[in-house]
């Protein structure tokens, strides 16, 4: 059981950054692969990110394409989200979700273990 936590959120005005992380508990940290998700209010959540094991290869949703940067640090169990040129439609819960499963990275389904969420509000 791989426990999730994410943390690094908050509200911020548009144009800004937030950097998220992503802790597990997981010593096999390494071997999974790592997404961020987000769900705005009222909406289904979401693909943003993802990183394969070694963080070698990286995916992103076509909306954050430029403006957000995924990263992992395997010896601290911890995956990154850096968040630059915030707008106001990137406010959400994110999530960070953890896989071993081999298909498409944007695939909630194939995502086996999820953090708690937290919450990014953009200002305009």
């Known amino acids: 059981q791989v426990q999730l936590v994410e943390s690094g959120g908050g509200l911020v005005q548009a144009g800004g950054s937030l950097r998220l992380s992503c802790a597990a508990s997981?010593?096999?940290?390494?071997?999974?692969?790592m997404g961020w998700f987000r769900q705005a209010t009222g909406k289904e959540r979401e693909f943003v990110a993802a990183?394969?094991?070694?963080?070698?290869?990286?995916y992103y949703a076509d909306s954050v394409k430029g403006r957000f940067t995924i990263s992992r640090d395997n010896a601290k169990n911890t995956v990154y989200l850096q968040m630059n040129g915030l707008e106001p439609e990137d406010t959400a819960v994110y999530y960070c979700?953890?896989?071993?499963?081999?298909?498409?990275?944007?695939?909630?389904?194939?995502?086996?273990?999820w953090g708690q969420g937290t919450q990014v509000t953009v200002s305009s």
């Open positions: 997981e010593s096999t940290f390494s071997s999974y692969a």
């Open positions: 979700a953890a896989r071993k499963r081999q298909g498409d990275y944007a695939r909630l389904t194939l995502y086996d273990y």
């Open positions: 990183i394969n094991w070694s963080g070698a290869s990286t």
